[in-house]
Nanobody, 128 residues
Framework: QVRLGESGGGLVQTGDSLRLSCVAS????????MAWFRQAPGKDREFVAA????????VYADSVKGRFTISRDNPKNTVYLQMNNLKPEDTAVYYC?????????????????????WGQGTQVTVSS
């Protein structure tokens, strides 16, 4: 059974940093592209960042580019999202997702339908 477990969320102030972690089990982690999505209250789930199998490819939403960094540690079956200079508009539930293999096109990293497995999410709240 595949499980993705997110952690690291919390309540912070504008300008603070957080690092989210997602530990995967039940799959061959090194064979999965990984991504972070988020969903704010009343809004659709949106793409945040993704990383390819060997970290060669990383993609980011424009809204987080330069502030967030995605990384992975294959021996630890873990993907991270370092979030710096947090803003109130970053408030959301953050979800980890796994995609067997790599998308055929870079654009597909942004598409939630590309991903096969999802975690339960971790809440990030940024106060102004």
């Amino acid at each position: 059974q595949v499980r993705l477990g997110e952690s690291g969320g919390g309540l912070v102030q504008t300008g603070d940093s957080l690092r989210l972690s997602c530990v995967a089990s039940g799959l061959t982690f090194s064979m999965n592209s990984m991504a972070w999505f988020r969903q704010a209250p009343g809004k659709d789930r949106e793409f945040v960042a993704a990383i390819g199998l060997d970290s060669t490819v990383t993609v980011y939403a424009d809204s987080v580019k330069g502030r967030f960094t995605i990384s992975r540690d294959n021996p630890k079956n873990t993907v991270y999202l370092q979030m710096n200079n947090l803003k109130p508009e970053d408030t959301a539930v953050y979800y980890c997702a796994a995609d067997l293999g790599e998308p055929m096109n870079t654009a597909n990293y942004y598409d939630s339908y590309e991903y096969d497995y999802w975690g339960q999410g971790t809440q990030v709240t940024v106060s102004s």
